[in-house]
């Protein structure tokens, strides 16, 4: 029996960057921060020939090519592993399409299974993008690399996705003080909605490729703001990253008209009217979880109870995806 788990992740500067249409004309910088909820992976031999998978549907299959699910499927490729004589199944302390990254986060935990049944070691990076090979490559997927390589790496990381397709990876350099405020200042809530980010990213994607220019100073904008939110970080200070926060989520909802509603707009004026200092939209935008920066975190904790709105506490994880127990 093999456990392996990755960690999902929030974005806490410079998103929408680290897709190929965009960084490959102009660099692409994101800060990320993993958290302490997860995607977790079991593969053991069976005692028959089929290959079984378990995960929101259940699969049998005697063969690669019959597989239905695709990031199951272009991993075992990817791993070189034959179809036969295992059992994987996948599970999640939060549900897909919720903007934490879980898809990353799933490919990753995977392969680091896999890899282990191989007995082939595989460093972080390779993990992160053997990942990206699959999602962005493989299967033609719009999205970007900041999910896989934070899940394998985990912590609060600066990523810079450069031009030729190498990523630099360099953890935040932030106090020890200025971390435990910042994990206990920030509060994450869902909004009720999950959804699939293909068509915001899709849009993005397309609109980035065709070099539209609306699109890409809008991108342009949200990475130096990345940039900024970094230095104020590593600064300490914890007050001009939630401003930032803010402006970087009223330039995001400008990509695209799918990236919020009016219940959202709500939630996150009425949190704004509670303590949050700053706040933003996990993921590609349309629904998931709303987060933000709050020196009070009881009066914003009301708030949002009195309509029905349903905190997740986080601590950050600074494991990144791994071996959880072999036997």
């Known amino acids: 029996m093999i456990i392996t788990r990755s960690p999902l992740r929030i974005s806490l500067g410079g998103g929408g960057t680290d897709l190929p249409s965009y960084y490959r004309e102009h660099g692409g910088f994101v800060v990320s921060a993993a958290i302490d909820k997860y995607v977790y992976i079991t593969l053991h031999q069976t005692f028959f020939e089929d290959l079984i998978l378990k995960y929101s549907q259940l699969e049998r299959v005697h063969s690669l090519e019959e597989i239905q699910h695709p990031l199951i499927r272009e991993a075992l490729r990817l791993a070189d592993q034959q179809a036969n004589y295992l059992e994987i199944t996948s599970m999640s302390d939060i549900p897909a399409g919720t903007g934490l990254g879980s898809s990353g986060s799933f490919v990753t935990a995977l392969l680091h299974a896999l890899h282990t049944h191989t007995k ?40 810079e996705f450069h031009s030729d397709d190498t990523v630099t990876v360099t953890p935040l350099k932030i106090g020890s003080e200025v971390l435990a405020n910042l994990e206990d200042n920030l509060a994450l809530f869902y909004t009720g909605y999950t959804r699939s980010a293909s068509e915001i990213l899709r849009d993005q994607d397309k609109r980035s490729r065709e070099r539209d220019r609306t699109m890409v100073e809008n991108l342009h904008f949200v990475k130096a703001l990345g940039f900024e939110s970094k230095n104020a970080l590593e600064a300490g200070d914890l007050r001009r990253f939630a401003e930032i926060m803010h402006v970087h989520w009223e330039h995001k909802k400008q990509r695209s008209e799918n990236m919020s509603n009016s219940m959202i707009n709500d939630l996150y004026e009425l949190a704004r009217r509670n303590g949050a200092l700053g706040g933003k939209l996990i993921g590609a935008g349309g ?11 009881t009066k914003l904790r009301h708030a949002m109870r009195e309509v029905g709105v349903r905190e997740l506490r986080i601590r950050f994880d600074f494991q990144g995806t791994i071996l959880v127990t072999q036997s």
Do not use: N, S
Not at 292 to 297: H, Q, V
């Open 120 to 159: 082939t070691l595989v460093p972080k990076q390779q993990l992160a993008e053997q990942a990206c090979y699959i999602e962005i490559e493989r299967l033609r997927e719009p999205v970007g690399k900041q999910d896989q390589f934070i899940a394998a790496f985990g912590g609060i990381t600066c990523f």
């Open 287 to 297: 629904g998931g979880f709303l987060m933000f920066y709050t020196e009070d975190k």
